[in-house]
């Protein structure tokens, strides 16, 4: 019944491994996104997906990739990763042209580059 | 583009006392606003949103929000506070045309004393 999940929750890996993240949303919602959450709990979006085209893309570097193979599902895949990626990642979602404009938060992925 | 300040990072309040989170955003045309609620280990859930209409709109869980067009404001109020308020909250402000896009203050961090 979960409304938006991430897998996996916890991500334990060594600098210049890749890896990945997927999020589902059983929303109905055509819309979904990344965001990075530092140390500092700062929150920042990264990317933006509608009904699987990229609408937003924030300062992210290439080595960053998301994918949206349908409406329901925004993942994102990291390459060679870095120590400075290490953080929580958050997927949410939202359905555009209802004039709410909420979006709606998975439980997080919890990335640690060793 | 907008942006959203929390002057507080740490609000200590004891239990049954009553609580006023401070947020400003910044931008120059009508703000949807958002507070969003993070509990240890979680993700974010909406606490409450403005659109239009009353400025002082309710939300889950007791809160309400107040927004003042000419303080550039969305303080957070509960008259009560409960234990299991502790947590991170988030101010967020999104911007009519872009409004998918949501930029999130810094946060302020509850602690509740018994």
């Known amino acids: 019944d979960t409304a938006v999940s991430q897998t996996p929750k916890y991500l334990v890996t060594q600098m210049g491994n890749d890896k990945s993240i997927k999020c589902e949303q059983n929303l109905g919602h055509d819309t979904m996104y990344w965001y990075k959450q530092d140390s500092k709990k700062f929150l920042k979006i990264m990317f933006s997906y509608n009904n699987k085209e990229l609408i937003i893309n924030e300062t992210v570097p290439n080595r960053f990739s998301p994918k949206s193979p349908d409406k329901a599902h925004l993942n994102l895949h990291i390459n060679s990763l870095e120590l400075g990626d290490s953080a929580v990642y958050f997927c949410?979602?939202?359905?555009?042209?209802?004039?709410?404009?909420?979006?709606?938060f998975g439980p997080g992925t919890r990335l640690t580059v060793t | 583009a907008q942006s959203v300040t929390q002057p507080d990072i740490h609000i200590t309040v004891s239990e049954g006392a009553s609580l006023e989170l401070r947020c400003n955003y910044s931008?120059?045309?009508?703000?949807?606003l958002f507070w969003y609620v993070q509990s240890p280990g979680q993700g974010l859930q909406l606490l409450l949103k403005?659109?239009?209409?009353?400025?002082l709109v309710q939300g889950i869980k007791g809160f309400e929000a107040e927004f003042k067009r000419s303080q550039s404001s969305f303080n957070l109020r509960k008259p009560s506070v409960h234990w299991s308020d502790a947590a991170e909250y988030f101010c967020a402000v999104g911007a009519e045309g872009t409004a998918s896009k949501l930029t999130f203050g810094t946060g302020t961090r509850l602690q509740v004393t018994l």
């Open positions: 403005y659109f239009s209409g009353d400025t």
């Open positions: 931008y120059g045309a009508t703000p949807y």
């Open positions: 949410a979602s939202s359905q555009r042209g209802t004039g709410t404009y909420e979006q709606y």
